[in-house]
Protein backbone atom coordinates (compact mmCIF):
# COMPACT_ATOMS: atom_id res chain seq x y z
CA UNK A 1 0.00 0.00 0.00
CA UNK A 2 2.51 2.25 0.73
CA UNK A 3 4.37 1.54 -2.22
CA UNK A 4 1.16 2.94 -3.93
CA UNK A 5 1.21 6.40 -2.08
CA UNK A 6 4.46 6.64 -2.58
CA UNK A 7 5.10 6.12 -6.29
CA UNK A 8 2.11 7.03 -7.36
CA UNK A 9 2.04 4.54 -10.27
CA UNK A 10 -1.14 3.78 -12.43
CA UNK A 11 -2.72 0.12 -12.11
CA UNK A 12 -5.19 -0.98 -14.33
CA UNK A 13 -8.74 -2.50 -13.01
CA UNK A 14 -7.89 -6.27 -12.82
CA UNK A 15 -4.62 -4.84 -10.39
CA UNK A 16 -7.11 -3.09 -8.60
CA UNK A 17 -9.01 -5.76 -8.09
CA UNK A 18 -6.07 -7.96 -7.24
CA UNK A 19 -5.03 -5.36 -4.81
CA UNK A 20 -8.37 -5.52 -2.83
CA UNK A 21 -9.45 -2.20 -3.87
CA UNK A 22 -12.31 -2.99 -5.73
CA UNK A 23 -15.11 -6.14 -5.65
CA UNK A 24 -15.31 -6.84 -9.45
CA UNK A 25 -14.07 -5.69 -12.64
CA UNK A 26 -16.44 -5.73 -15.56
CA UNK A 27 -16.19 -4.99 -19.33
CA UNK A 28 -17.65 -1.76 -20.04
CA UNK A 29 -20.48 -2.96 -21.89
CA UNK A 30 -21.64 -5.07 -19.24
CA UNK A 31 -21.44 -2.35 -16.74
CA UNK A 32 -25.34 -1.66 -16.33
CA UNK A 33 -26.61 -5.01 -16.44
CA UNK A 34 -23.58 -6.10 -13.46
CA UNK A 35 -25.16 -2.61 -12.04
CA UNK A 36 -28.85 -3.70 -12.30
CA UNK A 37 -28.02 -7.30 -10.69
CA UNK A 38 -26.71 -5.48 -7.57
CA UNK A 39 -29.39 -3.50 -7.20
CA UNK A 40 -31.83 -6.18 -7.40
CA UNK A 41 -30.05 -7.89 -4.52
CA UNK A 42 -29.83 -4.34 -2.76
CA UNK A 43 -33.54 -3.95 -3.16
CA UNK A 44 -34.23 -7.37 -1.61
CA UNK A 45 -32.56 -6.18 1.75
CA UNK A 46 -34.77 -4.27 4.89
CA UNK A 47 -34.05 -0.61 4.10
CA UNK A 48 -33.67 -0.42 8.08
CA UNK A 49 -31.05 -3.19 8.32
CA UNK A 50 -29.10 -1.39 5.54
CA UNK A 51 -29.35 1.47 6.91
CA UNK A 52 -27.55 0.65 9.95
CA UNK A 53 -25.01 -1.51 8.48
CA UNK A 54 -24.30 1.71 6.54
CA UNK A 55 -23.92 3.99 8.97
CA UNK A 56 -21.75 1.52 11.21
CA UNK A 57 -19.40 1.73 8.17
CA UNK A 58 -19.52 5.07 7.36
CA UNK A 59 -19.22 5.95 11.47
CA UNK A 60 -15.67 4.78 11.12
CA UNK A 61 -14.47 6.81 8.31
CA UNK A 62 -16.02 9.96 9.05
CA UNK A 63 -14.40 9.63 12.33
CA UNK A 64 -10.95 10.07 11.81
CA UNK A 65 -11.37 11.88 7.96
CA UNK A 66 -11.19 15.58 8.87
CA UNK A 67 -7.69 14.74 11.37
CA UNK A 68 -6.50 12.52 8.22
CA UNK A 69 -7.28 15.66 5.34
CA UNK A 70 -5.83 18.03 7.97
CA UNK A 71 -2.71 15.72 8.15
CA UNK A 72 -2.89 15.07 4.03
CA UNK A 73 -3.16 18.90 3.83
CA UNK A 74 0.01 19.61 6.08
CA UNK A 75 1.85 16.54 4.49
CA UNK A 76 1.83 18.50 1.08
CA UNK A 77 2.41 22.19 2.19
CA UNK A 78 5.55 20.65 3.73
CA UNK A 79 6.48 19.09 0.38
CA UNK A 80 5.99 21.98 -1.67
CA UNK A 81 8.03 24.20 0.56
CA UNK A 82 10.62 21.01 0.35
CA UNK A 83 10.55 21.30 -2.88
CA UNK A 84 10.09 25.36 -3.93
CA UNK A 85 6.41 24.50 -5.17
CA UNK A 86 5.13 24.14 -9.03
CA UNK A 87 7.51 26.39 -10.20
CA UNK A 88 10.89 24.89 -9.13
CA UNK A 89 9.62 21.09 -9.01
CA UNK A 90 11.23 20.39 -12.09
CA UNK A 91 14.71 21.98 -11.18
CA UNK A 92 14.46 20.01 -7.59
CA UNK A 93 13.97 16.75 -9.81
CA UNK A 94 16.38 17.09 -12.39
CA UNK A 95 19.03 17.70 -9.20
CA UNK A 96 17.89 14.44 -8.23
CA UNK A 97 18.28 12.23 -10.93
CA UNK A 98 21.76 13.91 -11.18
CA UNK A 99 22.47 12.78 -7.72
CA UNK A 100 20.84 9.72 -8.18
CA UNK A 101 23.11 9.49 -11.45
CA UNK A 102 26.14 10.23 -9.10
CA UNK A 103 25.56 7.53 -7.21
CA UNK A 104 24.92 5.06 -9.85
CA UNK A 105 28.12 5.78 -11.60
CA UNK A 106 30.45 4.67 -7.89
CA UNK A 107 29.02 1.33 -8.08
Known amino acids: AKE ?8 SAEEAKQLGLVNRVTDPSNLMPEAIKL ?8 PEAL ?26 S ?5 TGGPK ?3 NWMKEQKAWLSKIKSKM
Do not use: C, T, W
Open 39 to 46: AERLVLLH
Open 88 to 90: LLP
Open 78 to 82: RAMAA
Open 4 to 11: LMYLGDRF
Open 51 to 76: SHSKRIINHHIRRDLDRILDAEQDAV
